[in-house]
């Protein structure tokens, strides 16, 4: 029976991190304790990772419901298939909606980090859009901005967009609809982050920056889908100690990305202490903005 379930339900889509299973009129995505970096999937895995980007997404999709719709049906097992009943899927799948998606990911930053830091010392710009000279690494920007990515195949780099070029992008996959997607994905985008950035600083957490991704449901809806707000798609940033003019500790993979800098001849293998630290900044993360202990 078991070896039929496992031929069933073979994933149509595996990324980096999640794997995407066709269950009838829905997909259920789960996410796994795989770790990326530099579009690279390391050799090592991070136990219940996976468990806490599905917990902390389900956590902001119902914060931000009253802003745009999300994807999310049911993190419950016992809502899915027999198969995802499994001790491998607990606690690391959710059942969604099927949608068409958009092919861009919305990235917003509040502060100045990152290739948005490397951008601005070479030209004054992030994606196209100039900035006040004189700011410092990690400094807060005075408005959020909008900074779209293509979404790159796996193993290649997704590449910053400025807001008009992301629009020819969409108008080739939605003819005539190209501006007006970008346009209301970028409100969204705006709106999310700032909701959920001025929440996380209430609980001692700076969001950094963040991307979005949105799909289409059948009547053409704009849906916010794939994770959200977690330690792998943000940089989450301790108020405690924060001072612009550097770069700051970090609770998400950034603390990973750091050590691979300084140890190039990795061969993309962390460490087990490294290991170590990092679920346990992700669990911190998910305490701290969940206000609930971690358990699986």
Not at 245 to 261: C, E, H, I, T
Request: aromatic residues 10%; contains cysteine; charged residues 25%.
């Amino acid at each position: 029976m078991e070896a039929i379930g496992m031929q069933k339900y073979k994933p149509f889509k595996s990324g980096k991190v999640r794997e995407v299973y066709d269950v009838d009129d829905t997909i259920i995505m789960v996410a796994t304790d795989r770790i990326s970096a530099f579009d690279h999937i390391l050799k090592n895995k991070i136990a219940e990772k996976g468990a806490i980007l599905t917990q902390m997404s389900k956590f902001w999709f119902d914060f931000t419901k009253d802003i745009i719709p999300n994807h999310m049906l049911s993190i419950d097992p016992k809502d899915m298939p027999e198969f995802f009943q499994q001790d491998m899927f607990r606690g690391n799948s959710m059942k969604c909606r099927k949608l068409t998606m958009i092919p861009m990911e919305c990235i917003v930053r509040g502060y100045i980090t990152g290739s948005g830091w490397e951008s601005y010392q070479k030209d004054q710009t992030i994606c196209g859009i100039s900035l006040p000279a004189g700011l410092q690494e990690s400094q807060q920007l005075s408005e959020p901005i909008f900074t779209p990515s293509t979404k790159a195949e796996l193993g290649e780099h997704d590449e910053n967009v400025s807001i008009e070029k992301g629009a020819a992008i969409l108008e080739k996959t939605f003819p005539g609809k190209g501006q007006l997607y970008a346009e209301k994905i970028r409100d969204y985008s705006l709106a999310l982050y700032k909701k959920c950035a001025a929440y996380a600083l209430s609980k001692g957490i700076i969001i950094a920056d963040t991307k979005f991704e949105f799909g289409l449901d059948e009547q053409e809806n704009i849906i916010l889908g794939d994770e959200m707000l977690t330690p792998d798609s943000s940089r989450f940033w301790p108020c405690d100690g924060y001072a612009p003019g550097k770069s700051q500790p970090s609770y998400d993979k950034q603390f990973v990305r750091d050590w691979l800098k300084a140890n190039p001849h990795n061969d993309y293998l962390l460490p087990q202490e490294i290991i170590d630290k990092t679920i346990a900044k992700y669990k911190e993360a998910y305490e701290r903005i969940t206000g609930t202990p971690w358990s699986l």
